[in-house]
């Protein structure tokens, strides 16, 4: 599965939380730099190339609808990053964001926690 750009990943998420939309919805959606339409419109159709999205046509008209679910997209992607970014280590990983205080000690008692459950 290819790695989206930031503006497609942007896309799949507003789809991911609609379920399906229309391209009018899809850009209700869109909070900062709205692309034109027609923008809009192209990148969606390259999603739907790419097998991220399917469509139901009503006429000219189409509703599409997520194909990928999100997590086996970020399963796979933050696998590839965690190779990339942190020598295939998740300690590597964690502590990164330890370390950046993107983690409270709370939140990593509870990861710490999780992991003893699932032993």
């Known amino acids: 599965m ?7 990943e942007e ?9 399906k939309g229309f391209v009018k919805e899809i ?3 869109i909070t900062h730099n709205k692309p034109h339409y027609n923008t809009l419109s192209t990148i969606v159709r390259n999603l739907e190339e790419k097998g991220f999205v399917g469509f139901t046509a009503y006429g000219k008209t189409h509703e599409y609808f997520p194909i990928i ?3 086996s997209y970020y399963k796979t992607h933050v696998n590839e990053d965690m190779v990339g970014y942190f ?4 300690k590597n990983l964690v502590s990164f964001f330890a370390m950046e205080e993107k983690i409270s000690v709370d939140e990593l008692k509870e990861i710490i926690n999780l992991i003893e459950k699932g032993k």
Request: aromatic share 8%.
């Open 2 to 8: 290819e790695k989206l750009t930031n503006k497609e």
């Open 11 to 19: 896309i799949m998420k507003i789809l991911w939380r609609l379920k």
């Open 27 to 29: 850009m209700e959606e």
């Open 69 to 71: 679910t999100k997590e």
């Open 87 to 90: 020598d295939n280590s998740y």
